[in-house]
């Protein structure tokens, strides 16, 4: 069936380090979106991306959409204990596919 | 105000049992959704409806019927509680019906079935 894979399932990092997470669809995605659950919480909507090769900026947050519209990446700048949650990708085949999140510590 | 709003936030029952959980959103949204996580964190959509109607129904065993009374409201009913429905159920919404805008989650209901 459709899948987004995503990786790493975890990360761990000490404060100030970067970071990124990684989404990967067999097929092509006519957009992409990133959220962020916190611990306990909802997901949260960060961005969407639509255009090959774009690129969003969020203050430390970087977003990529590749250029084949198959694959994404999340990078994080010096990292900070508020960044601490699980970001997932979702990929619209039709359908919005999850991805399984990648689960970020941050050790202060 | 909260945008959308579930209840109850925690639901603990016994197998076999029915129980029901209920969204609204106040966003004007057209498209709601049921998504579930498990306890891996996995996010799977089971069910979305636009303006009332079913528009997408995932491989969900019929013991889970959603009922959409009106656009702003999408309740989630399960019959015959089985232990593998523990996880927590999120409710969205969202302007669009085709995926291309952001969802906006509810809070969460933790469903717990001993």
């Known amino acids: 069936g459709q899948q987004v894979m995503q990786i790493p399932q975890y990360q761990h990092v000490q404060e100030g380090e970067d970071f990124t997470t990684y989404c990967n669809s067999s097929?092509?995605?006519?957009?992409i979106q990133w959220y962020k659950q916190r611990p306990g919480g909802h997901p949260v909507f960060l961005i969407q991306?639509?255009?090959?090769?774009e690129v969003k900026k969020q203050k430390r947050l970087t977003f990529q959409f590749g250029e084949a519209k198959k694959n994404s990446s999340l990078h994080i700048t010096a990292t900070q204990t508020t960044d601490v949650g699980t970001y997932f990708c979702?990929?619209?085949?039709?359908?919005?596919?999850f991805g399984k999140g990648t689960k970020l510590s941050v050790k202060p | 105000d909260t945008a959308v709003s579930q209840t109850p936030k925690y639901l603990v029952t016994q197998m076999g049992n029915d129980k029901s959980i209920k969204c609204e959103q106040n966003?004007?949204?057209?498209?709601m959704y049921w998504y579930k996580q498990d306890s891996k964190k996995f996010l799977k959509i089971m069910f979305s409806?636009?303006?009332?109607?079913?528009?997408i129904n995932e491989t969900v065993p019929n013991r889970f019927s959603p009922k959409s009374p009106d656009k702003a409201h999408l309740n989630l009913h399960i019959n015959s509680l089985e232990l593998g429905d523990s996880a927590v159920y999120f409710c969205?919404?969202?302007?669009?019906?085709?995926?291309?805008?952001?969802?906006?989650f509810g809070e969460g209901s933790r469903l717990t079935v001993l």
């Open positions: 966003l004007g949204h057209d498209t």
């Open positions: 409806y636009n303006n009332k109607e079913l528009i």
């Open positions: 969205a919404s969202s302007l669009r019906t085709d995926f291309t805008g952001e969802l906006f």
């Open positions: 097929t092509t995605l006519s957009n």
């Open positions: 991306l639509v255009k090959s090769g």
């Open positions: 979702a990929g619209h085949q039709g359908n919005l596919i």
